[in-house]
């Protein structure tokens, strides 16, 4: 009767530890898939935490215009602007306005012409939908087409989808961050902004 109570006991203790173990693996785990799942897909409500980064552009993106593939080389010791949509939202809803870029465009090149734009988007090429609304915004200006969504995964980005638009030094570090369509307050932000980059380069190659 002792030895039978004996193993009764060990019985329960070993149930016990084996229950203890379980549940720290299922702790540990969670924090894993918690952690990869912010390296894959990190944002930030405060946007100065993205000023100075080094902003990644995709490497196995395909070029588009008007919806055929083309070529494009991005010079890299250039001044940027980056601007990235995501198709995983109703795509009419996130690209509505986009025609309105032209008018930015061209007052950009006003201030100074040695500006590369890069519009990324997040779409597979084949996304139909998503190109039939970038044509049906008369969209004419090419776009880096990240179907494998390296631009998300690289780096820091708002949560806010409205500020995906990034002013870049010649270095590539996030310098302003916003979109000049926000509004006449946000348009001259940038435009101080790209201002004074341009100044600064230019004394940075005398």
């Excluded at 549940?23 to 912010?38: A, E, M, R, T």
């Excluded at 012409?113 to 970038?134: G, Q």
Aim: proline letters at 3%.
């Amino acid at each position: 009767e002792i030895a039978s109570c004996l193993v009764g006991s060990e019985m329960c203790i070993r149930d016990r530890d084996w229950k203890m173990i379980r549940n720290i693996l299922v702790v540990f785990l969670l924090l894993f898939v918690g952690f990869s799942c912010d390296l894959k897909n990190r944002k930030t409500k405060n946007l100065r935490d993205i000023y100075g980064q080094n902003l990644i552009l995709p490497g196995h993106a395909t070029w588009k215009i008007e919806g055929r593939d083309t070529v494009i080389n991005i010079e890299n010791l250039a001044p940027k602007l980056v601007v990235y949509y995501s198709s995983g939202t109703c795509a009419p809803c996130s690209l509505k306005g986009l025609h309105h870029w032209g008018k930015i465009i061209d007052s950009v090149e006003l201030v100074g012409p040695s500006l590369e734009i890069v519009f990324i988007i997040k779409a597979n090429r084949y996304d139909s939908l998503f190109f039939h609304s970038l044509n049906s915004e008369h969209f004419i200006f090419p776009v880096l087409c990240d179907k494998e969504g390296e631009f998300e995964e690289n780096n820091l980005l708002p949560i806010n989808k409205e500020y995906n638009a990034f002013l870049l030094d010649s270095n590539n570090e996030v310098v302003y961050v916003g979109s000049p369509l926000l509004g006449r307050k946000m348009r001259s932000l940038f435009t101080v902004s790209y201002t004074h980059l341009r100044a600064h380069e230019t004394r940075g190659n005398l």
